[in-house]
């Protein structure tokens, strides 16, 4: 039986740098990320430009989930 969570696979990157058609590859087509702390610092509430450059990349391939 194919587990429905796959959580054995850490690029070591910062997300903005994580390939969205190498997930498209590994037929990822959903995306549940964790905004304090991953996405964001934890000290701040700004966005970085990046981020939110791939965020929004991501969301014309995938079904976005943030948290």
């Known amino acids: 039986m194919r587990s ?7 690029s070591n990157l910062p ?8 997930l498209q590859k590994k037929g990822i087509n959903s995306l549940l990320l964790d905004v304090d ?7 701040s ?3 970085p430009k990046a981020v939110k450059n791939w965020i929004i990349e991501s969301k014309k391939l995938f079904s ?3 948290k």
Not at 4 to 10: H, S
Not at 37 to 43: A, E, H, S
């Open 37 to 43: 702390g991953t996405l964001v610092n934890r000290k």
């Open 45 to 47: 509430n700004m966005i």
């Open 15 to 22: 997300i903005y740098n994580i390939s969205q058609s190498e």
């Open 64 to 66: 976005l989930y943030l």
């Open 4 to 10: 429905i969570l796959n959580i054995n696979w850490d």
